[in-house]
């Protein structure tokens, strides 16, 4: 008898690759989306082998019918308060409700445990479901992944093609997670048919400081990298407040400029110092000359 998991969040583009590989590894998946979400989106899930559960995500008893016969829902929700607190919540109270033994929560970033609150607006919101999740009687997982390693491939201040520079702060050897979102995929897929699965996974496809970052920039671009050094981790934390405190419509939105340094932060102040990679060893995961070289 397969496995039933089933996935909120699904139509998005890590919560797709969590369908594509739990149904690879031979679960039988559910994805839950919205009565207003388009058929191109759910025919693609259909196309890939999954059951299409169309909801109204405000109805405890919709999502109780979802959850019906399922081992455990992963979230990879995305959104403010209205999403990761309250839709979650309604999410949470559901399964628990159907009996679902297990629930993975939309965390999927920084270890924000070892930030303080008011460091980042958006793990704030993870760190009160996190409190939230843990007063519930079901057995949960969040899974810290670092940053995204694709959005390397975009001119981050810590790695510029553009400018042909490395940025840092405060310090050159920090180490930064980064792990992909096929590694981060196929690691939540695991760890949903794993019963026996922990609290907190630490996972990186690769940890890298700045300056080992300057050396695999040249050696993938065959051109000289600047190391710069940004600021130290107090500026920048004190100009993210007055950034944050300059625009309030920024609380809006999901991704606000200063929501994007606040996360810069996090990679500078947060680190997977225990890693759980090996906990399924059939994951390959990518380098990040792998990551890298493919955008050649």
């Given at each position: 008898m397969k496995t039933t998991i089933l996935v909120a969040g699904g139509t998005g583009d890590l919560g797709g690759r969590i369908v594509k590989s739990l149904i690879e590894k031979g679960a039988e998946v559910k994805v839950l989306v919205?009565?207003?979400?388009?058929?191109?989106?759910?025919?693609?899930?259909?196309?890939?082998?999954?059951?299409?559960?169309?909801?109204?995500?405000?109805n405890i008893s919709d999502l109780e019918k979802a959850c019906d016969g399922?081992?455990?829902?992963?979230?990879?929700?995305?959104?403010?308060?209205?999403v990761i607190i309250d839709m979650q919540s309604l999410l949470l109270e559901a399964a628990v409700n159907a009996g679902v033994p297990r629930f993975i929560p939309s965390d999927f970033s920084t270890d924000y445990t070892q930030l303080s609150p008011?460091?980042?607006r958006n793990f704030d919101l993870r760190r009160a479901f996190f409190e939230h999740i843990d007063q519930s009687t079901i057995a949960a997982t969040s899974i810290f992944n670092g940053g995204f390693a694709e959005l390397l491939n975009y001119n981050l201040p810590f790695l510029d093609f553009k400018n042909k520079s490395v940025g840092y702060f405060e310090d050159p050897d920090?180490?930064?997670?980064?792990?992909?979102?096929?590694?981060?995929?196929?690691?939540?897929?695991?760890?949903?048919?794993?019963p026996a699965t922990l609290r907190i996974l630490r996972i990186a496809s690769f940890q890298i400081s700045a300056a080992e970052?300057?050396?695999?920039?040249?050696?993938?671009?065959k051109e000289d990298f600047k190391l710069i050094r940004l600021s130290s981790r107090a500026e920048l934390a004190a100009k993210n407040k007055q950034d944050r405190a300059a625009n309030p419509e920024?609380?809006?939105?999901?991704?606000?400029r200063w929501q994007q340094a606040q996360y810069l932060y996090g990679m500078?102040?947060?680190?997977?110092?225990?890693?759980?990679n090996d906990r399924y060893p059939e994951i390959k995961w990518t380098s990040v000359q792998e990551l890298l070289s493919s955008r050649r």
């Open positions: 919205r009565n207003s979400t388009d058929n191109e989106k759910t025919e693609k899930l259909k196309q890939l082998g999954a059951a299409v559960f169309s909801a109204d995500m405000n399922v081992t455990c829902v992963v979230s990879a929700l995305q959104g403010l308060h209205d008011g460091d980042n920090w180490r930064v997670d980064f792990t992909t979102k096929d590694n981060t995929a196929e690691f939540t897929a695991s760890a949903a048919l794993d970052m300057q050396s695999v920039a040249k050696e993938i671009t920024g609380e809006k939105e999901v991704y606000p500078f102040s947060s680190q997977n110092r225990t890693i759980d």
